[in-house]
Each structure stands twice: as structure tokens, then as C-alpha cells.
């Protein structure tokens, strides 16, 4: 089966960059998705397709996908930003859908 | 507005039972698949089945597979969970994908808030 990789945490400062990454085999031939969740809260797409961003997901939201790894980067890191990120995409050979571990974004 | 909202969550012992139900409105219900997707306490989200727009395709993640059936009638999603184990005590989302799941390359583009499934 499928497996995505995240790493558990990523810390930055408000107003700086923080860099999420996605692993996977050749995770540049699929869609990928990005969700957001706060705590006792139900996940909310942030990126689709890629790249694509839902209305209403600011631009300082974005993504991209080649090779081995996906991206979701976020500029100008605000304290609302705090959350869980997790990936996910589609295993055709399976017809399974597939959801990274997730990633602790923690504003400093 | 667009509106999913799941029930029938509750207390449930280890081999028992449990109908979970999804409620839709705000879109055209038979035009989109709709999957489940849970939560473990602290952990992290797992797919768990999808229903294409028409009910005639579903596929299973496989730790359920074979005690897990999920149907669809009017604007409402069933997940009927038999043969209940401590794994899959956690928050159940009933979540709308993006298409039709002809083929299921997509993404879950609205969610419900969520209904717990304790197995104690």
C-alpha cells in the first residue's frame, strides 16, 4: 500500500516561513491534497490539485509537488496558522485514499 | 450552504454494533461521492470507505473491510459498523469529495463536525 510521509512538527516564528513536506513514491505523478485542522476542530482543505487553493485560503497559502516530495509552504506565519496539516492523495492501485501521518505546525 | 451532519455515535462494547448517519444538504447529493474518515484519540486522520454518487461503487480501508458497509439513500450516508474493536473507537467524519468517484482522484472539500464511537 501507499505510505506518505510528515514530519511530526515544524516550529517558526510569526511572520516567517514554514516549510511542510510530503514524501512519497513518486509523489509527483499524483494529486495532492492538504487539510488543516485546529484542535476539536474538523478538518478543512487548504491546497487541492496540487497548488490549488479553495476560495477563502489566503494567498500566503500555497503548494507544489515533484519527484519524491510535496511542499505546503505558508508565508507570513500568523498565530491562527497553529495546527495539525496533514497530505493526502489517491492510490489507484488500491482505489484507497491515503492521509499522511500530519504535521504540528507551532507558531513561536 | 453546504452542510454535512453525522450521528448515531455513542458507547458501543467490544463486538457490538453501531449505525453511523451522515445528513447532507446545500448541494446535489447524488452528483458527489462521500466518504468517512476517522480519528483515533490523538492520532492522526484514516480513511475509512467511500460511496460513489450513485451507490454502486464502494471501496474499504482494509482494517474495516469486511465489517464495515456503507450505503446511500435520498440525502443521507449509512455506515454500519459490526464487530466493534477498541481501534476503531475515535471521532467519525462523514466528509463530501470533490467529484463522483468514477474514479476516486480527489478531495474532501467539505467535512461534518463529527460524531465519537466509543468501544469500551
Known amino acids: 500500500s501507499y505510505v506518505l510521509t510528515q514530519p511530526p512538527s515544524v516550529s517558526v516564528a510569526p511572520g516567517q516561513t514554514a516549510i511542510l513536506t510530503c514524501g512519497g513514491d513518486n509523489i509527483g505523478s499524483k494529486s495532492v491534497q492538504w487539510y488543516q485542522q485546529k484542535p476539536g476542530q474538523a478538518p478543512v482543505l487548504v491546497v487541492y490539485?496540487?497548488?490549488d487553493r479553495p476560495s477563502g485560503i489566503p494567498e500566503r497559502i500555497s503548494g507544489a509537488n515533484s519527484g519524491y516530495t510535496a511542499t505546503l509552504t505558508i508565508s507570513g506565519v500568523e498565530a491562527g496558522d497553529e495546527a495539525d496539516y496533514y497530505c493526502q492523495v489517491w492510490d489507484g492501485d488500491t482505489d484507497h485514499q491515503v492521509f499522511g501521518p500530519g504535521t504540528t505546525v507551532s507558531v513561536l | 450552504q453546504a452542510q454535512l451532519v453525522e450521528s448515531g455515535g455513542g458507547v458501543v462494547q467490544p463486538g457490538g454494533s453501531l449505525r453511523l448517519s451522515c445528513a447532507a444538504s446545500?448541494?446535489?447529493?447524488?452528483?458527489?461521492?462521500i466518504y468517512w474518515v476517522r480519528q483515533a484519540p490523538g492520532k492522526g486522520l484514516e480513511w475509512v470507505a467511500v460511496?460513489?454518487?450513485?451507490?454502486?461503487s464502494k471501496y474499504y480501508s482494509d482494517s474495516v473491510k469486511g465489517r464495515f458497509t456503507v450505503s446511500r439513500d435520498r440525502n443521507t450516508v449509512d455506515l454500519e459498523m459490526k464487530s466493534l474493536r477498541s481501534e476503531d473507537m475515535g471521532v467519525y467524519y462523514c466528509?463530501?469529495?470533490?467529484?463522483?468517484?468514477?474514479?476516486?482522484?480527489?478531495?474532501?472539500?467539505?467535512w461534518g463536525q463529527g460524531t465519537l464511537v466509543t468501544v469500551s
Open positions: 460511496v460513489a454518487y450513485d451507490g454502486n
Open positions: 490539485d496540487d497548488n
Open positions: 446545500g448541494f446535489i447529493f447524488n452528483s458527489y461521492a
Open positions: 466528509a463530501k469529495g470533490s467529484s463522483d468517484c468514477t474514479s476516486c482522484n480527489e478531495w474532501f472539500d467539505l
